[in-house]
């Protein structure tokens, strides 16, 4: 398609990626359009510039009988031909291509090329078709056994058909099962989805089980040889087509390529800038360095929002890294530490506004950096406080970003160190607290949380007073004490406010809210509620607030309000849109299926109850954590909906789960719904009108002549919402 619309087409990607198979299948499919045939043109022997035009001449039989230049006999000779040339390899001759190319497209009218090269020719006209690495699977670990349906959907996955087809070139047995799966998703994983890499691995097969091979991958990528006697000997080995582009770059590129290595994932340009950038490179030198790897197939870009990511084929990477030097290693994994330790408290010090969910997203953006990063401190044992420091920083990545078990393993692996101490063991208590008691370990962060105590005590200060005292009243609330929960609620919302802490004041605050509102005191909780509300919309803070909307949803609830109940889960769910924090979402769907099985839509609220289990079931924990009182409440839900023997927060029957961002939608879909209607023929049939009540606020706002934002403004909802409203 795109040979229809430009003279000039070039495939560019790194080296494995396919280029040049893509280029003989395409000039196979269109030899027919050109009545001088497709010539396939390998400029991987040309060795300098001066060659290149003599060996076209040469390939195309172009006449040799005077004595002016190749290039002027090349363009002649083209001047009336109508054909199709595939400049294969161009990325070692970019400049003489380049110029080349660009005389034959001028004077040779019917003539179109299709190049293949690590970067593009930069030619006006020119259209570049980036090859990516084939799809690779997420995981097969959830395959059971004697589920064929699973598996062929498996084999559908690019990488791992390509795997399994070549596997059987050389072991004509090998098949795809439960027992293979696991092995063969790790080996596609580990090599990107790269085909030659895929293949390389499979022709292993021929000495070698898939499980052993998943396992050596995971130790030498390069153990990989003898790939095809008829490719050309840069790709007979991975090493091989990895070395032809690094010989390529130039010095200060390899530098970074190196360097780069240091990120086990995606990394920012920031991140580039400031880890990378030393001696003899400079962070101004690290845009335009990234900015050549990337056009040089290097480097991956990935466009999306506000921001470019970046990363490295494994291949790629393990190849710099070892052209590393050991104090240069060294080097680099201190301040890959540093600079995500800098990020993590930047983060906790201004979580209390309006860029939580901006902030949230990129933490999660970067968890492999900062496994990578705590991973490095623990085996260097250097400055173990200011890792304690860290950890807690990240309390919200944690928390709200869905790592319980990352955080609480971190956390407790550091608290377990007797170097660490005073003020930042304190911090990492009370934070580990909070992780325990949400994980429903509530024996463990109750002792946390009188740890710290004890060291706020020696410390005399009263913020972490404040703390322990905070976390010690969720212990209270979660296994039914709620009189000792108010109580030391009062006791740390008061230090709190002293200390100007109002991120604090706004996480105490809410589960206060809930501690009166399970108390039965309803009122009370909900004029705490709307108190907190109005602080935090002053702040543009949110995430709180969903918490807050929750415990009014199930106060409202409790006050026979259903309308006011649903409006209230409503706009929790709105927030959670923007957050996809799980917790809270799983806890407000949760609330709004027992809103349906009190108002008798029983159908409904089953469906609801199961969109909720789904999330809970990716969290790590359920709502039994939250103690006797919300586990009766639920419980009593599923009693009225007629499921009498399923526990809160287990796993429903086998069906197909949606992940947390359907299942938020699938409840807000649900909240617009009819609230008489006693049947629920499906998730995406809406009642009456094709919009939602929330579109239709939208749309009349719109018409008004509202922008986006100054919609958001007037819902009090996030113009990322409001887009998606008007989508819709």
Known sequence: QLLAQSRLVTLTGPGGIGKTRLSIEVGNAVCAQYPDGVWFLDLT?????????????????????TT??????????????????????????????????????????????????????????EHTFDLGTLAIPESAAAIPSGAPAALAALEQCPSVALFVQRARGVDPGFTLSEHTADAVVQVCQRLDG????????????????????????????????????SAPDRQRTLENVVKWSYDLSAPKARTLWNRLSVFPEHFDLEAAEEICGFEPLAPEDVFALLDTLVSHSIVRAERGGLRVRFHQ?????????????????????????????????????NWYGATQAAQLDAARQNHSNIAAALEAAYDTAQAPNHTAEFIAALRYHWVAGGFLSDGRFWAERFLALDSVTGRARAELLWVTSWIALIQGDHQRGAQLAAECAEIAHTLDDARLRAQSSTWQALHHIFTGELDKALFLYDIAL???????????????????????????????????????????????ERWNRAHYHWIAGMAQLCLADLEAAREQVQLSL????????????????????????????????????????DIWSAQGTRIDAFGPHMTQRAANAR?????????????????????KRDAIEFALRCVHRDPHETTFPGADVLADSPLTRREREVAALVGTGLTNRQVAEELVISPRTVEGHVEN
């Not at 190849?319 to 201190?334: F, I, K, N, T, V």
Request: hydrophobic share 45%.
């Open 194 to 229: 790269l085909p030659l890499a895929l293949e390389l691995a499979a022709s292993r097969l021929r000495c070698i089980g898939v499980g052993d091979l998943a396992e050596r991958l995971g130790q030498q990528l390069f153990f990989l040889q003898d790939g095809p006697r």
């Open 68 to 125: 002016r230049a190749a290039d002027v006999r090349l363009v002649e000779f083209l001047a009336h031909k109508t054909m199709l040339l595939i400049f294969d390899n161009c990325e070692h001759l970019l400049e003489a291509s380049s110029s080349l190319v660009r005389q034959i497209l001028c004077e040779a009218k019917d003539v179109r090329i299709l190049a293949t090269s690590r970067a593009s020719l930069d030619i006006p006209g």
């Open 639 to 659: 009693r009225q909906c007629g499921l009498h023997n399923r526990r809160a927060g287990r796993a429903a029957p086998p069906r197909e789960k949606r992940t």
């Open 313 to 349: 084929l494994t291949s790629i990477k393990l190849y710099g890294q070892r052209h590393l030097s050991p104090s240069e290693s060294d080097q680099l994994r201190a301040r890959h530490g540093q600079f995500y330790a800098r990020r993590a408290v930047t983060m906790a010090a």
């Open 574 to 613: 709105e927030i959670q849109q923007d957050f996809q924090d799980g917790l809270v979402s799983a806890l407000t769907v949760e609330v709004q299926a027992w809103i349906e099985a009190e108002a008798g839509n029983h159908a409904r609220a089953r469906e609801l109850i199961a969109a909720a289990e």
């Open 494 to 540: 008061v230090a709190f406010h002293d200390a100007g802490d109002l991120s604090a004041v706004l996480t105490a605050g809410f589960q206060h809210a809930m501690a009166l509102e399970l108390n039965g005191d309803h009122q009370a909780a909900l004029t705490a509620c709307t108190e907190h509300i109005a602080l935090a919309k002053r702040a543009g």
């Open 45 to 65: 022997g040309v060795d300098s510039s001066e060659a290149l035009a003599p060996m076209i001449d040469a390939a195309l039989a172009v006449p040799d009988q």
